[in-house]
């Protein structure tokens, strides 16, 4: 396995979460800083540092974060009014964790994409 995230700690419950989903792909947990009401982080299991090291092996996983995503959206009571799914990629995409992860957001009517 590639260096320790700290999402890699929240996978192996070294740390603790609010962890809302868990198999053996993927993992769901609240964003302890949230920029909307509801705001989740869903990561694959392995770690995989930018959107840039995926490989074919991987597109179960990155299709599992989509369909939990829509889950956690009906549960959260978001799925009517919408929600947005966002995944940054390195330093002009402003990636702070390397560990591919997806922002869900909703629970409010949310900005502009970018600025």
Not at 20 to 37: C, G, H, N, S
């Amino acid at each position: 396995m590639s260096n320790e995230t700290l999402f890699s700690k929240i996978v192996a419950k070294e740390i603790p979460a609010d962890i809302l989903y868990q198999d053996e792909l993927v993992t769901a947990f609240r964003d302890i800083t949230p920029k909307t009401p509801t705001h989740i982080l869903i990561v694959p299991n392995k770690i995989i540092p930018t959107i840039d090291d995926v490989v074919a092996e991987d597109e179960a996983a990155l299709g599992r974060m989509i369909t939990v995503a829509a889950k956690l959206a009906k549960d959260e009571g978001i799925s009517e009014d919408g929600y947005r799914l966002i995944i940054n990629c390195k330093d002009h995409g402003r990636q702070e964790v390397y560990h591919v992860h997806m922002h869900l957001l909703g629970g409010r009517q949310l900005g502009t994409m970018v600025d």
